[in-house]
């Protein structure tokens, strides 16, 4: 049964740090791309960063670039997702997904929820002003 569990929410103030934890058991990181992805209640759930451990492939949404970064520790079967320099449009739940090693390709433009097969449950992070 493949799971992926995410961890590491809470509220910070803007400036602050925050760093998830994606703990997935079930499949190997090294034939999955991990996706974090944010969710804010009445809109679309928004891609933030994938990373493709297979390649060494990662990207990142344009408005997180230079402040999230994402990595993975496969011996523990682990993605994080660093966090600084949070914004209060920050504020969202945060999920993590497993999907095609090419979605963490961003040139391959399906970077897209829908891509994804397997989630795991969210976790809310809170940015105050």
């Known amino acids: 049964e493949v799971q992926l569990q995410a961890s590491g929410g809470g509220l910070v103030q803007a400036g602050g740090s925050l760093r998830l934890s994606c703990l997935v058991s079930?499949?190997?990181?090294?034939?999955?791309?991990i996706g974090w992805f944010r969710q804010v209640p009445g809109k679309e759930r928004e891609g933030v960063a994938a990373i493709s451990s297979s390649d060494g492939s990662r990207l990142y949404v344009d408005s997180v670039k230079g402040r999230f970064t994402i990595s993975s520790d496969n011996a523990k079967n682990t993605v994080y997702l660093q966090m600084k320099s949070l914004k209060p449009e920050d504020t969202a739940v945060y999920f993590c997904?497993?999907?095609?090693?090419?979605?963490?390709?961003?040139?391959?433009?399906?970077?897209?929820?829908?891509?994804?097969?397997?989630w795991g449950q969210g976790t809310l992070v809170t940015v105050s002003s």
């Open positions: 079930g499949l190997s990181l090294d034939d999955y791309a």
């Open positions: 997904a497993a999907g095609p090693p090419y979605t963490a390709v961003a040139s391959s433009g399906t970077f897209w929820p829908v891509e994804y097969d397997y």
